[in-house]
């Protein structure tokens, strides 16, 4: 099993995104790219963590590649948009990929340089590529929101 872990806006919708994929085995939300540790939803909130709202998702590289979660990564949200997913707004919405080994960060670079390639976006693609660092699991009530509220969508 492997890890990778996303931020692109609200964890929730992400992670509904992510947990549909065969080959994924666990997700689960949280913060990373901060400088608190064990930072709390309203602490993140504040902005003045440094977390971005992330998900981290387990998966079977024998049944689904990294390359593949990149491509969900890149459809699920608007990588051209500073610090903010719709209404969302804040750095802990930001757009990153948080990479587990130098492969990892060398697919996630590729697959920006060819989707910045294909001018399917306007404006400059502004997703941050950055080693992962720790991971902080958010409370309970957040892990597979959707599930437990069926709600569909994100709160936007």
């Not at 929730?12 to 540790?37: C, N, P, Q």
């Amino acid at each position: 099993m492997e890890k990778a872990t996303f931020g692109a806006g609200c964890f929730w919708g992400v992670e509904a995104e992510f947990r549909k994929l065969e080959g994924v085995i666990d997700t689960a939300v949280g913060y990373s790219g901060g400088t608190w540790e064990n930072p709390t939803y309203e602490e993140v909130c504040t902005g003045h963590t440094g977390h971005a709202e992330v998900c981290q998702v387990t998966f079977d590289p024998a049944r689904i590649s990294y390359e593949d979660l990149l491509h969900v990564f890149w459809e699920c949200h608007d990588p051209t948009t500073l610090n903010r997913q719709g209404p969302d707004i804040g750095t802990q919405y930001r757009s990153v990929i948080f990479c587990h080994t130098p492969e990892q960060e060398a697919a996630a670079r590729e697959s920006k340089e060819r989707l910045e390639q294909t001018g399917r976006f306007q404006k400059p693609i502004v997703t941050q590529i950055l080693p992962a660092g720790p991971f902080y699991r958010a409370e309970e009530y957040h892990q597979r929101y959707f599930e437990k509220t069926g709600r569909g969508a994100c709160h936007r």
